[in-house]
């Protein structure tokens, strides 16, 4: 009568396999990393490094070996020339760095000007041009940061809060969170250490205060961002603010996932089906892997239909927002979950687990 | 129950019909019709890089106003003291910016002290020391309250100056705001030639008449020695040949006689004899008055006009010019003489402009923007529609009415709002399609569950849809959390993509455990209670 993608009574073993899973996150963080280290840092574009782009459509066929050649001798700093779309198109983007008293306008002439010479009889267009001085470019990185230090703290409390039914050890949570950050202004940190420090302060004090669930939310929100920066690293995409914004959304994302499942723990649990705590997680993620596997798969669908069609401007959004849904996706049920295995005591694990609500009470 | 479900389909088909009048005057050419008039002034707002226009933000640099404004008050202290029999020399902006000065006659402290605290209330005396030939070197530095006021002078008149200018220049609906830090944020929707706008919209425009020193010899003029109260600008030379001429140095007086602010009027006129353009000036009274006595003083000798620091011409005063207007030749062309005579006419900026960011979209690129935009759109819609009356049957139909609606609400929601719709917000979009089917699968999969326990069908329903709107409500709220802190630290294009995704995500709420509901009642209310459901 009607379909299933994932059959009923699925019973995958996935705290079993928790090991291999562990395993493969920490290879794909590591390629991530290494490729970043070797490769001195994340490629900013524009927004956060400053500089010029024009995107630049010639009406007749120009090679794009030509177009180099041509700018190469205008000694702008930092020149990349870049093909968009395909050949018979002749469009491209090029890249500059920003000089101390340069003008975008300056620059855009000066590319004219070698264009005009060298390429004489293609007419072009420049269909986008942007500017960003170092000023502000300095902002947007501390903006972006600022995003992501308060996305960590909000999504912390609330799962605490909602998952645990333990708002005091959030609100503590949130003061000492507070209390950290205020700290490291207040002797001047860069802004790339205050985010780190709201890292690392989330992750101890959720770790002492056994907030376990918002300690795997977090875990596996660090997980998804880091594993898909890296990607985004070996692949040689540019950061930019809507790649900020693309991670953000996927830790939105990624964390609907892991509620999904943790919300069907807290059912379970509620239960008291005698089974521990292994078995309870198991039976639930198995669940919703019908319905996991199933939205993820749409929302994959729908974002691959952006990644094809939606044009050059959102084409990095949306293989951001790809690579999230599936480390997302796989995070939840291999990360999100047997985290809480993990940090349980092994003495706990074979007793039969009780309801969450009346742990609170305890 | 029927009572029930029949006030929920009434305010289902109330929450339609107003989605659908917030929509209408958005369809094209729907203004002009007679039902255009009837409906409200709600349209969805298409961001630049959806429409093409410019994005500039342009940085104010304030300390320059502000030290402005302290030479001009060392004049003022300096033509007050005499007035009183006090002699005050040298006044001059230190870094700060501070003011130095002395006074000529220790014994007059007293005296020169009262009149700073009576005319003088915005200074503090930072220092005074003694010195020789008794004479007391004074530091004066502004209240700090008097700098925040002159700061915000400063920005409200550089706002006004852009948006006058922009007026003048043309463009239809700009957004003019001032940001923290000192910045004007400008938008100019729909605009053909961004580097004419920037350059009206940047340039200070700071007109000043200043008398020329022909009397320094050429080689002392390139060692840079022009003697006390004058300085070196650039003539410019422009042939209608070549425009890129050699400029010349040129030696003026550094007071000028006469500046802008006299300015009535600027017009682009041509000039006769050669088919050139230049900029014809009126001053007010008061200007024509100065302009007739500096002319009617210097007869013979030559006047420059200097626009920031540059001397465009300096004809040779033949004679008295009285009634008030005069003219900046110097071989322009139409558009440079048009675009001249609008920034003198808006006025000078209080401080000099940067611009720190420019994003500028051609009208092409954001058409193929839309397009691609509404193509992906459509073909995740349709694949998820197609998917979903498959795999979940009439269920799957009722998830496909209620995707198409919750498309319907979340537009009609940013027309409501006057929320821009961005390219990243088409993006929003589909990402909302993805959510607002998730809310179905979840429930969809509950009732499955449900339905494999052995609960009838309506039960299977009913419990379904309560157990997955707590989930749903979980769920749905970290991505509303981040949907707002995308919109507070985003800039417009992100900030259109938390937008309609927020929007996107209520939406979805209120269509997935709302309206689908009401499909099902009436579904099952129309079947025998033990048939089975397709699901």
């Known amino acids: 009568m009607s379909f299933h993608l994932i059959k009923p009574n699925t019973k995958i073993d996935f705290i079993g396999l928790r090991y291999y899973a562990f395993a493969l996150s920490a290879l794909m963080i590591l390629a991530g990393m290494t490729s970043m280290v070797l490769k001195g840092g994340p490629r900013y574009g524009i927004d956060f490094a400053g500089g010029v782009i024009l995107q630049t459509k010639f009406e007749t066929p120009v090679k794009i070996d030509d177009l180099k050649k041509s700018l190469e001798a205008t000694n702008l700093p930092g020149l990349v020339v870049q093909q968009l779309g395909k050949d018979k198109d002749s469009e491209y983007l090029i890249r500059t760095s920003l000089m101390e008293n340069v003008t975008s306008a300056q620059v855009q002439k000066t590319v004219s000007d070698a264009m005009t010479k060298d390429l004489a009889g293609s007419k072009y267009t420049f269909k986008r041009i942007e500017m960003v001085g170092p000023k502000v470019g300095e902002d947007l990185r501390g903006k972006a940061l600022e995003a992501l230090y308060y996305a960590i703290l909000l999504i912390a409390i609330y799962i605490s809060g909602r998952f645990e039914h333990r708002w005091m050890a959030a609100c503590i949570m949130a003061a000492g969170l507070f209390a950290g950050i205020t700290a490291l202004q207040y002797f001047n940190a860069p802004q790339v250490w205050l985010v780190l420090g709201a890292l690392v302060i989330t992750l101890a004090l959720c770790f002492f205060l056994k907030l376990n669930y918002a300690l795997g939310a977090i875990v596996a929100l660090i997980h998804d961002v880091l594993v898909t920066a890296g990607i985004f690293s070996i692949l040689n995409k540019e950061f930019d603010l809507t790649i900020i914004a693309a991670l953000l959304t996927l830790i939105g994302y990624s964390l609907n996932d892991t509620i999904i499942v943790y919300d069907r723990i807290r059912e379970v649990r509620g239960m008291r089906t005698g089974e521990t705590l292994p078995q309870v997680i198991n039976h639930s993620v198995n669940n919703t892997l019908s319905r996991t596997v199933l939205t993820s798969g749409l929302a994959f669908l729908a974002v691959f239909s952006l990644f094809i069609f939606g044009g050059d401007v959102i084409h990095d959004f949306a293989l951001a927002m790809l690579i999230g849904i599936v480390v997302g996706t796989y995070s939840s049920i291999y990360v999100a979950a047997p985290i809480i295995v993990s940090l349980t005591p092994p003495e706990h694990l074979a007793a039969p687990v009780a309801p969450l609500k009346a742990k609170a009470k305890a | 129950m029927f009572r029930n479900l029949r006030w929920r389909i009434i305010v289902s088909l109330v929450v339609l019909a107003v989605a659908v009048i917030l929509l209408l005057p958005s369809a094209p050419g729907i203004k002009k019709t007679t039902l255009g008039k009837l409906l409200p002034d709600t349209a969805i707002n298409l961001g630049l890089d959806l429409k093409g226009g410019i994005h500039l933000t342009l940085g104010v640099d304030v300390d320059k106003a502000i030290e402005n404004n302290m030479a001009g008050i060392g004049q003022d202290i300096r033509a007050v003291a005499r007035e009183k029999n006090l002699a005050v020399i040298k006044p001059n902006v230190m870094s700060g910016p501070r003011l130095e000065a002395q006074l000529v006659g220790a014994a007059n402290q007293e005296a020169f002290e009262t009149l700073l605290k009576k005319d003088f209330r915005n200074l503090k005396i930072d220092s005074k020391e003694n010195q020789a030939e008794d004479r007391v070197r004074y530091v004066l530095s502004m209240t700090p309250e008097f700098k925040k006021e002159l700061a915000k002078l400063t920005l409200d008149q550089a706002v006004k100056t852009i948006r006058n200018r922009i007026d003048q220049f043309g463009v239809a609906e700009p957004d003019i705001r001032r940001q923290e830090g000192n910045r004007i944020q400008v938008q100019l929707p729909g605009l053909s030639d961004p580097e004419r706008a920037i350059a009206v919209i940047g340039k200070t425009a700071h007109l000043e008449f200043k008398l020329v020193d022909d009397t320094v010899d050429p080689a002392a003029i390139r060692q840079g020695l022009v003697g006390p109260g004058r300085e070196i600008i650039p003539l410019m030379q422009r042939s209608t040949g070549s425009n890129a001429g050699k400029d010349v140095p040129l030696v003026v007086m550094k007071d000028a006689v006469m500046t802008g602010e006299h300015i009535t009027d600027a017009r682009a006129q041509i000039e006769q004899n050669n088919n050139q353009f230049s900029v014809g000036l009126t001053f007010n009274a008061r200007g024509a008055r100065i302009f007739e006595r500096v002319t009617e003083e210097n007869i013979k000798k030559r006047l420059a006009i200097v626009l920031d620091g540059k001397c465009y011409s300096a004809p040779v005063i033949q004679d008295k010019i009285a009634g008030g207007k005069a003219q900046i030749t110097g071989s322009f062309t139409q558009d440079e003489a048009r675009d001249l005579a609008i920034v ?175 499909m099902f009642d009436i579904y099952l209310s129309k079947r025998p209670a033990d048939a089975a459901v397709s699901i």
């Open chain 2, 344 to 518: 003198l006419r808006a006025g000078a900026l209080p401080a000099p402009v940067s611009i720190l960011e420019q994003r500028t979209v051609g009208p092409t690129l954001g058409q193929e923007s839309i397009d691609a935009g509404m193509t992906a759109t459509l073909i995740a819609a349709v694949a998820i529609v197609l998917f979903m009356a498959v795999y979940y049957g009439v269920a799957g139909l009722f998830a496909n009415a209620v995707l198409m609606l919750n498309i319907v609400l979340t537009l009609a929601g940013l027309a409501l709002f006057g929320a821009t719709l961005t390219l990243p917000g088409i993006a929003g979009i589909i990402l909302t399609i993805a959510m607002a089917v998730d809310a179905n699968v979840l429930i969809y999969e509950r009732i499955r569950e449900e339905l494999r326990l052995g609960l009838k069908a309506a039960e299977a329903v009913h419990k379904g849809y309560d157990r997955a709107m707590l989930a749903i409500l979980d769920s749905n709220t970290t991505n509303v959390l981040v949907a707002i802190i995308l919109y507070q630290f985003g800039t417009g294009p992100i900030r259109g993509f938390a937008v309609t995704l927020v929007l996107g995500i209520l939406m979805s709420m209120f269509t997935a455990i709302f309206i689908s509901r009401i």
